[in-house]
Each structure stands twice: as C-alpha cells, then as structure tokens.
C-alpha cells in the first residue's frame, strides 16, 4: 500500500548533510567489501589511549561464539564524553536539562559535568568501587544519572540501570544477577507531577540483596525516606568535598561499560552486556550520521536512561560528539497534551527523537496542541522502539515536522547497541511505516524457517550477517545462554528474534517479534514473566499471555487465565490480578485483558497452542487454522464465545 509513496529528501537538507545519496552508497559498498579496512578507519574518531592494531576477532558459529573490537586498544569512555571537550567546548551545554514541572530547568556546560562526574567517581572510590564492580542505578531523568553513568564509566565499575517503574522484586532480581554492590537512587521520582517512591523500593528490594553494601541517594524532591545507618548517605555530603578531578581508569576496549537487563522470550530478564571501545564508537558515529549531527545543535531524545535508547542516545552517542542533549523528566501530557511542543518551542530543539507510541497518543489530542508552539526550529525528527504505522509517520511527518523535516525510523535493539537499519536524513528517500536500509557495515539477512537465506523481495526472519562493534558481547554471567538465544536457531547468523519484509527497492519493513516477546508502548516484555508473575498467584492454576493490536501501545497485554477449581471468576478477582502483576514486575506489565480460560488449547502432548490464543486476542476467528491437533478442540469454541469485548 505505502510502498509506493516516496518521499524526497529535502534539497536544503541533502545539500548540508553528512552524507548524501551517493555517498551513502559508495560508503556502504566500502563498508561491505572490506569491513576491516572500515572499521579501522573510523575507529578513529573516539580519543585511545593505547591506539588499537586489531579491529576484529569474530565467530557466529554456535560452538564458539566471541565478539571482539579494537582489543588491543585501551580507552576512557568518560574522558570521550567529557575531557576531550573541555578545550573546544568547556562552556558549552552538555545536558540541557528540563524538569517535569515547566518551572523547572538547568543547563549543564561539559565543565560542570566533568566537574561533577569526577566528584562522584571519587566518592565511589572511597566508597570502594573498584574497576570491574557493579553499580545499580535506578534514578529518575535527572542530571545525577547521566552522573552517575560516567562516574563508573571513570572508574572502570560497570553500571545496571533499572527503569524506575520497574517495581521492588524486579529491581531485587536485576541486583541479584549481577551481584552489585552499590545501588544509587534518589528519594522521590517525580513523573506528571506525581511523586514515585524509588528509595522505598530500594529499601524492599534491598531485603533480599546480600551484595549490597552502600546506597547512595539524591535528594530530589524533600520527601521522608528512612535511612538505614552504615549503608545509605546522601549524594551531596559524599561529593562536596570531593577533588574536581579524577583519574581515570585505563580501560581495554573489551573491559565491560554496562550491563541492561531486557526480556526474552523464556526466562528471566537476562542481562546484555556491551564493552567500552567497539560500542563507543558505533554510537558516536551512528548519533552523528543517523541524527546529521551537526556542532551546536538542541538534540532531543524523549526516552528514559533505563532503556538502551538513554543509554546510547541521550548519553553516551551525543556526550562523545559534543552535543547538547536534551534531558526530559517528565512526560508528553503534563501540564497538558502540548508539553513536547512547548519544550520544542522553549529550547530551540533541532532534533526530536520519540516513540511510535506516543505520537499515537498525541495524534489522538489533534493538531490544535502542537501547532500552538513554534516548531520552525526543527530540523530531523526520528522514531524508535515498535513499528511505526504510516498513519502515525505520516501524521508525524505533516503536522509536527510541516512537511519539512526527515523522519528517521531506526530499528535496532537492546542487543544491537545502536542503530543497525535507518534512513540517513540527507541520503534516503523515505517510505512512511520503513525503517528503509542498513547502516554502514550491517548486513542483514531474511531467512525462511529451515535457515536458508532469501534473495530478492521477500519476507522472513531478520538475521544480521556479520558482527558491527556495538554488538553485545554475551549475557551477563551465561555465555550459553547468550549462544542458544541468538547464534543457534540459524547458524551464522545473529538472530534479532523479529520478522522482516523487504520490497523491491531493498526497503526494510519490520513485521514485529516472531517470538514470545510483545512489544508494549516500545518497551519489551516476555510472555513468560507474565505468565510466570499470574501463576504465582494463589488462585490461578494455568495462566498464558500473547500480545494483540492496540490503538496507542501498539501491542496491548491479553492473559488468558485459569482459576484454581473451586475459585469464582469475578471482576474483582480480575482487578485483583491486575494490581498483582503491577506489583510484581511494573506497571508497563499491566494485564490489558484478562481473559478467564476454564481450559487452554493444548495439543495431545500438553503443548499451549498459542498461534489460536493470539487469533483469539486479535478477534480473527475466521483464521484459527489447523485445529485438530488439539486435544480438546471444544476449549477453543468457548475462549471465542467468551471473549471479553475491550
Ligand atoms: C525490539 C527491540 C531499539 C531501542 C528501543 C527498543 C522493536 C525497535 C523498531 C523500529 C520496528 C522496532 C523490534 C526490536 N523495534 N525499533 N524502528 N521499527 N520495530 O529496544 O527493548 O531491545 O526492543 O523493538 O521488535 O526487536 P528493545
């Protein structure tokens, strides 16, 4: 349908770019045909302390899998991010800080962020934060956590960042895997003019994590916490007297930078590791490409630095380049509906990078809250995390960008680091719901479901050919678990765990996860931590959980649940089960529908069907398909005639 809507690139932008059609072009064949050569080149641009000689050592195959980056160099991600830019840019906004009341905002030059980095990082040292220790953070969008990030990132410590809607036993479990020993937090976050509870959760959380010797806590809001004596302080009384200074660790590009924890589609959470060198430099260069980076420009990223999107788009890719980058507490509907307009309008912005979700949201408001505030400063906008529907971009691309501004649609994931398949603003004819074509040095693959490799148009599961240097290096603590997850379903190949189309102009359009993963509001949940938090309830014997279309998240969360024999299925119960699963994993877990099932499809073997279970959510009863297998086919007939009506 969209497919053959092509829209230009702006002559005044293809004129200033980067990089135009034809270089993008020439690039990516060069890029293709002798990556080394590539690679070694633009190595460069992050400052080594020992240049590297080496650019790769690589092996997808499942018996031995290990991703290695200019390891022989060593570096200081830290002193990418900040020393490098105090000669040139020491008065310079770094982060450009705005609050989640209007009221409230800050601009932070790259010296008073190098000032206050290395005052943390010497107060985490006295702490005794030792190279290679690991520090949870679980902040709100507030300058400390981007502090805080390269405080460890000074001293070698490897920072956990978990999403502060993440609730007490989610936060326990991420400590746990990865054995921190200091968690820094804050007492309150403030989000839409409410007050979450972080210290408290800590405080729980903190019950069942033995590692954890020091909390460090920011005051943010005022409010009353506890304090447990000999292990929590406050921020502001360990850095006061802090040195301005800090040396930094000399760290091998292969020394680990962070851990994320993120869903799969078994199991529990499991933790992606990146390192220093290969990582800095993919999303230096790809914030810099894929945004048309350009000096002094206001770079906006709307997501949180618990995700990888803050990771690699708020800090890390734009701190190297020496960007101003904007940092938002709050979110896009309070005050009011027009609050990213009105930050836009506020600061000048140049470049807004958002989720597909909350453009759906704020489409929803009408033009009448954007077109209120100036948006002539705009220059790109781009899009992340789910696929963007082309009624979304389309929208998106008229009313908030007048026409005027590319919008860059970047697939990529957790795993990937940073940006592996996008337009390049001034390079890239747009097709609205395409995340178009791949970045230097990426090679993705469709391949159907026995492995072989699709030429041509055609549609299939997307693997990635050979390694690019942001690729995680394994799962933190499970190196096996890092192999059968990726590099053992098709062998050779990286597995994204998501479906592909490509058209006949080698446009990539990404059809959603082909796994137990769904997708909600652009964060990732795992079917089974869903299934595994209902089932942990006392009246429920059987719980599975698929994903279908929603108007706003894109995927909302359907439970189909069985109640122990005996238990009523009542609206209360299912209120219940919904606070529950809050509880237990977060509000972004929250069970849309509840379905109740006095059976599941299974087959004779005991196998959940959850092809029919997920036809069922999506109201297409016509397209069950093969039902005979089932060992009850009569349970199918009764989840249809009771399907709740959302
Ligand atoms: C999954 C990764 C990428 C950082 C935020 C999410 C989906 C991501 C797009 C896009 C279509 C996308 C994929 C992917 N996804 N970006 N532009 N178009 N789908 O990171 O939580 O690791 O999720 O998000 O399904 O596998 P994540």
Avoid at 188 to 194: P, S, T
Wanted: a negative charge.
């Amino acid at each position: 349908m969209s497919e053959s809507v092509l829209v230009p690139v702006p002559e005044a932008i293809a004129k200033a770019a980067l990089v135009n059609e034809a270089q993008y072009l020439d690039l990516y064949k060069s890029s293709i045909a002798d990556p080394d050569a590539f690679w070694a080149e633009h190595g460069k641009r992050i400052d080594w302390i020992k240049p590297f000689t080496a650019v790769k050592d690589v092996s997808f195959d499942p018996h031995d899998v290990h991703i290695r980056w200019f390891h022989d160099g060593t570096l200081n991600v830290s002193v990418n991010c900040l020393d490098r830019h105090l000669e040139t840019r020491g008065d310079q906004t770094a982060i450009l800080w705005e609050g989640d009341d209007p009221k409230d905002d800050a601009r932070i030059t790259y010296r008073d962020l190098y000032e206050r980095v290395c005052k943390l990082a010497n107060a985490f040292r006295e702490l005794g934060v030792k190279k290679g220790d690991r520090v949870c953070i679980y902040l709100p969008m507030i300058p400390e956590a981007a502090v805080a990030m390269l405080a460890c990132a000074r001293i070698g410590a490897v920072h956990s960042i978990v999403f502060g809607g993440f609730s007490p036993d989610s936060l326990a479990n991420r400590i746990q895997d990865s054995e921190c020993t200091l968690v820094i937090t804050s007492d309150e976050g403030l989000r839409g003019g409410r007050k979450v509870a972080l210290k408290k959760n800590v405080d729980t959380a903190l019950e069942h994590c033995p590692s954890v010797k020091t909390v460090v806590v920011v005051k943010r809001t005022g409010g009353a916490i506890d304090t447990v004596e000999g292990r929590d302080v406050w921020y502001h009384e360990i850095t006061a007297n802090q040195p301005a200074e800090c040396q930094p660790e000399e760290m091998n590009a292969e020394d680990p930078l962070f851990i994320l924890y993120t869903s799969g589609s078994t199991g529990k959470p499991k933790g992606v590791l990146h390192t220093s060198g290969g990582y800095l430099v993919y999303v230096s260069m790809t914030h810099e490409y894929v945004f048309d980076y350009k000096d002094g420009e206001v770079y906006w990223c709307t997501a949180d630095v618990g995700w990888v999107t803050g990771h690699s788009y708020i800090v890390y890719g734009p701190l190297a380049n020496g960007a101003i980058s904007l940092m938002f507490e709050g979110v896009p509907n309070y005050p009011d509906v027009s609050r990213f307009w009105q930050v836009v309008e506020k600061h000048k912005v140049n470049i807004f990078y958002t989720a597909p979700t909350a453009i759906r949201a704020l489409m929803r408001e009408g033009e009448e809250p954007v077109k209120k505030h100036d948006r002539s400063s705009l220059r790109i906008l781009g899009s992340v995390g789910e696929p963007i529907n082309p009624e979304a971009w389309t929208w998106y691309h008229r009313v908030v960008g007048e026409d005027r501004c590319p919008i860059v649609d970047t697939w990529w994931q957790t795993e990937t680091g940073g940006i592996l398949i996008t337009p390049l603003p001034g390079a890239t004819k747009l097709k609205p719901g395409s995340a178009t074509l791949p970045f230097f040095g990426v090679e993705p693959v469709l391949v159907d479901a026995e492995g072989n490799e699709l030429s041509g148009a055609t549609e299939g599961n997307l693997c990635i050919a050979r390694s690019w240097p942001g690729q995680m290096r394994t799962v933190y603590g499970d190196h096996e678990r890092f192999v059968q997850t990726y590099f053992s379903t098709y062998k050779g190949y990286y597995f994204t765990g998501d479906g592909c189309r490509r058209d006949e102009d080698g446009y990539y359009w990404i059809t959603g996860r082909v796994d137990d993963v769904i997708n909600v509001s652009g964060h990732r949940m795992g079917t089974a931590e869903i299934e595994s938090a209902l089932v942990a309830h006392p009246k429920v014997a059987e719980a599975a959980v698929v994903g279908f279309p929603h108007d706003i998240k894109g995927q909302g969360i359907y439970a189909y649940v069985t109640l122990v024999a005996g238990e009523k299925e009542t609206d209360a119960l299912r209120k219940e089960l919904v606070a529950w699963v809050r509880k237990d994993i977060g509000p972004i877990a929250s069970p849309d529908i509840i379905q109740w099932a006095p059976g599941l499809p299974k087959t004779r073997s005991g196998k959940i069907m959850r092809r029919i279970l997920r036809k069922i959510a999506e109201n297409e009863f016509g397209a069950l398909g093969d039902t005979s297998t089932l060992a009850d086919p009569t349970v199918v007939e009764d989840l249809i005639a009771n399907r709740p009506q959302a």
